[in-house]
């Protein structure tokens, strides 16, 4: 949004839905090899790595924080260095390496250390050495690197074949990013199934092996869109970081100068200067002492919008580079009022699945592994997001007339309202748990409780539609909001929720532990006070829900013009502005 010259004719050839099924595509695989390992490696480093419970864990924590809060390196890069596809495609190939060193270890028993024998008379385990825990720990963080880059451009790419600045496209581009989810969540049900499966009952070198076959076909299907992909280009501006340490090194550097009361008296380039692709936003009210960055007080140059100004662009910046920063700031509160949320999900991807290892996991003679149960609340979402998108949207359009039915932080909203009722049916479930290993006197026995699994699919439902909402929500609002040089770094922003929510969710249970004398001390699950964790998560989803109207309620959408620029025989034609 904000003022853009014409393309060349050849990118009305590309783009569109045949590009973004190659996007699909690719997501889809480098997810389902991506979440098997996220949702079972925790079996691999204690089982055949020797790691001890609490490091095992710790252990898959960072890996996941890692990999997420990574995106805003891949993000940066993206926008900075390399087009979108390129970014894509050099990262998936560092994923790939990744893999490949898991798959070699998981194969050759001398790359990794004895079986621990713990049901001899004397037990012994060997630690894995440096070298084993090296090639360990490189596999790993490769994959992590890797992902990261994937997830920050990818959405971006997919994103860039719709023209958003077309109302035609509008409704298309929505749509774009519910049908990328999809995606990611027919990756994701395959990963924990299936790979799962396979590392379960058949070794993990060859859970590993489909894997890394998996984010091969991936690079293979993003390399045959290419010819397809629009707007496959450098970001022109250069490095974002680098204009806003310019805005707020002018703002500081001009800070006794008064500020002009109209727009037009503030520093802007209005022509073809700009080059291609530029984007120009309208000034607003908010944060107005940053706005000393674009007062210009030096005469311009004979012909031309540029300044005179001898201390250059960091003294005198554009009004469209300080409304980038200000977009900025006002996009970091929302960002952070979603971050509990993702504290929440946390607890469902560990205090849950111990909680299904106590129930009867039997359905229709087959025993559902524990790590298999977020297929619940994933196929949860397959089912809705076709349903939302066109049901919900086409419904509710006709009634706000807004492309996308309701706005984007209207759906982030009902993401968390969703997860508050999530936590509060988690609490439930768990005294009801609770309740029938007191009834059968099996509090202390290690045998499954006469309760079937399926009593936890409740709160794994309930959060899978939270977050359809929320993170397609928050995708969609970082790359709609966010300025033409920045579309990968807002949908990094976007992911570092997840990241952060997984670092917080360690600090909440150590926290809690101490504060509540040991509700979650003990080993035993039937002892520990889980179902009143749950609630506290409950009530203070509830006041992250409160900020996050505040939030939401002060944040302002960005004002935008649209520059067309119109060839008139050999010569250029002028410059035409229209409002958007």
Same mark, same amino acid.
């Given at each position: 949004?904000?003022?853009?010259?014409?393309?060349?004719?050849?990118?009305?050839?590309?783009?569109?839905?045949?590009?973004?099924?190659?996007?699909?595509?690719? #997501?889809?695989?480098?997810?389902?090899?991506?979440?098997?390992?996220?949702?079972?490696?925790?079996?691999?480093?204690?089982?055949?790595?020797?790691?001890?419970?609490?490091?095992?864990?710790?252990?898959?924590?960072?890996?996941?924080?890692?990999?997420?809060?990574?995106?805003?390196?891949?993000?940066?890069?993206?926008?900075?260095?390399?087009?979108?596809?390129?970014?894509?495609?050099?990262?998936?190939?560092? #994923?790939?390496?990744?893999?490949?060193?898991?798959?070699?270890?998981?194969?050759?028993?001398?790359?990794?250390?004895?079986?621990?024998?713990?049901? %001899?008379?004397?037990?012994?385990?060997?630690?894995?050495?440096?070298?084993?825990?090296?090639?360990?720990?490189?596999?790993?963080?490769?994959?992590?690197?890797?992902?990261?880059?994937?997830?920050?451009?990818?959405?971006?790419?997919?994103?860039?074949?719709?023209?958003?600045?077309?109302?035609?496209?509008?409704?298309?581009?929505?749509?774009?990013?519910?049908?990328?989810?999809?995606?990611?969540?027919?990756?994701?049900?395959?990963?924990?199934?299936? %790979?799962?499966?396979?590392?379960?009952?058949?070794?993990?070198?060859?859970?590993?092996?489909?894997?890394?076959?998996?984010?091969?076909?991936?690079?293979?299907?993003?390399?045959?869109?290419?010819?397809?992909?629009?707007?496959?280009?450098?970001?022109?501006?250069?490095?974002?970081?680098?204009?806003?340490?310019?805005?707020?090194?002018?703002?500081?550097?001009?800070?006794?100068?008064?500020?002009?009361?109209?727009?037009?008296?503030?520093?802007?380039?209005?022509?073809?200067?700009?080059?291609?692709?530029?984007?120009? !936003?309208?000034?607003? #009210?908010?944060?107005?002492?940053?706005?000393?960055?674009? %007062?210009?007080?030096? $005469?311009?140059?004979?012909?031309?919008?540029?300044?005179?100004?001898?201390?250059?662009?960091?003294?005198?910046?554009?009004?469209?580079?300080?409304?980038?920063?200000?977009?900025?700031?006002?996009?970091? $509160?929302?960002?952070?009022?979603?971050?509990? &949320?993702?504290?929440?999900?946390?607890?469902?991807?560990?205090?849950?699945?111990?909680?299904?290892?106590?129930?009867?996991?039997?359905?229709?003679?087959?025993?559902?592994?524990? $790590?298999?149960?977020?297929?619940?609340?994933?196929?949860?979402?397959?089912?809705?997001?076709?349903?939302?998108?066109?049901?919900?949207?086409?419904?509710?359009?006709?009634?706000?007339?807004?492309?996308?039915?309701?706005?984007? !932080?209207? +759906?982030?909203?009902?993401?968390?309202?969703?997860?508050?009722?999530?936590?509060?049916?988690?609490?439930?479930?768990?005294?009801? +748990?609770?309740?029938?290993?007191?009834?059968?006197?099996?509090?202390?026995?290690?045998?499954?409780?006469?309760?079937?699994?399926?009593?936890?699919?409740?709160?794994?439902?309930?959060?899978?539609?939270?977050? &359809?909402?929320?993170?397609?929500? !928050? !995708?969609?609002?970082?790359?709609?909001?966010?300025?033409?040089?920045?579309?990968?770094?807002?949908?990094?922003?976007?992911?570092?929720?997840?990241?952060?929510?997984?670092?917080?969710?360690?600090?909440?249970?150590?926290?809690?532990?101490?504060?509540?004398?040991?509700?979650?001390?003990?080993?035993?699950?039937?002892?520990?006070?889980?179902?009143?964790?749950?609630?506290?998560?409950?009530?203070?989803?509830?006041?992250?829900?409160?900020?996050?109207?505040?939030?939401?309620?002060?944040?302002?959408?960005?004002?935008?013009?649209?520059?067309?620029?119109?060839?008139?025989?050999?010569?250029?034609?002028?410059? #035409?502005?229209?409002?958007?």
């Amino acid at each position: 949004m904000g003022i853009f010259q014409t393309e060349p004719k050849k990118q009305a050839s590309r783009g569109g839905n045949r590009a973004v099924l190659f996007v699909f595509a690719t #997501e889809g695989l480098e997810n389902m090899a991506f979440i098997a390992n996220a949702m079972s490696l925790v079996t691999y480093f204690y089982g055949f790595m020797n790691l001890s419970i609490t490091k095992s864990a710790t252990t898959l924590t960072n890996f996941m924080g890692t990999a997420f809060l990574l995106t805003l390196v891949g993000g940066y890069i993206s926008d900075t260095y390399w087009s979108r596809f390129k970014t894509c495609l050099i990262f998936a190939l560092i #994923e790939l390496v990744g893999y490949v060193l898991l798959t070699v270890q998981a194969h050759y028993a001398q790359l990794r250390p004895t079986p621990c024998k713990l049901d %001899v008379a004397e037990p012994h385990c060997e630690a894995a050495d440096r070298g084993q825990l090296a090639l360990l720990y490189t596999g790993l963080y490769l994959i992590a690197f890797g992902t990261s880059g994937v997830k920050s451009a990818l959405p971006a790419l997919g994103a860039d074949q719709f023209d958003d600045k077309d109302p035609k496209h509008a409704g298309q581009l929505s749509s774009f990013f519910n049908w990328f989810f999809l995606s990611l969540t027919i990756g994701a049900i395959f990963g924990v199934t299936f %790979v799962v499966w396979i590392s379960a009952n058949h070794g993990w070198d060859l859970a590993f092996g489909v894997s890394t076959l998996a984010v091969l076909f991936a690079v293979v299907s993003l390399c045959m869109g290419k010819s397809l992909y629009r707007n496959n280009k450098i970001n022109p501006k250069g490095s974002p970081l680098l204009s806003i340490l310019q805005v707020l090194v002018a703002s500081i550097r001009n800070r006794k100068l008064p500020i002009p009361e109209k727009a037009e008296d503030l520093h802007e380039i209005h022509d073809k200067e700009a080059g291609e692709g530029h984007e120009y !936003l309208q000034r607003t #009210e908010q944060f107005k002492f940053l706005d000393r960055a674009a %007062v210009n007080y030096w $005469p311009t140059i004979e012909g031309s919008s540029k300044s005179t100004n001898p201390g250059g662009a960091w003294s005198l910046c554009t009004v469209t580079q300080v409304e980038e920063v200000k977009l900025l700031i006002r996009m970091l $509160p929302i960002i952070l009022s979603t971050i509990f &949320m993702n504290t929440c999900l946390a607890q469902l991807q560990t205090f849950s699945i111990q909680q299904s290892l106590t129930l009867d996991r039997h359905f229709i003679g087959f025993e559902i592994p524990g $790590p298999s149960m977020p297929a619940i609340p994933l196929l949860c979402m397959f089912f809705l997001i076709p349903i939302y998108d066109r049901v919900f949207v086409p419904l509710v359009r006709k009634l706000t007339g807004i492309p996308t039915g309701i706005r984007h !932080l209207q +759906r982030i909203a009902v993401g968390l309202v969703l997860s508050v009722i999530s936590m509060a049916i988690s609490g439930m479930v768990e005294t009801r +748990r609770k309740s029938v290993a007191v009834k059968h006197n099996m509090v202390d026995s290690s045998e499954p409780l006469p309760m079937s699994v399926f009593w936890l699919g409740f709160q794994f439902a309930i959060f899978g539609a939270a977050d &359809m909402f929320t993170v397609v929500g !928050l !995708l969609e609002f970082f790359y709609a909001e966010s300025a033409a040089g920045m579309k990968s770094l807002g949908t990094a922003i976007s992911w570092c929720s997840i990241a952060f929510g997984y670092f917080l969710s360690s600090v909440v249970v150590e926290t809690v532990n101490k504060v509540s004398g040991g509700w979650l001390a003990s080993n035993n699950l039937n002892r520990d006070k889980l179902n009143y964790f749950y609630w506290l998560l409950s009530g203070m989803s509830v006041m992250n829900f409160g900020a996050y109207l505040l939030c939401a309620y002060w944040y302002k959408y960005k004002k935008v013009d649209v520059v067309v620029l119109e060839k008139q025989g050999d010569s250029d034609g002028g410059v #035409e502005m229209i409002k958007a």
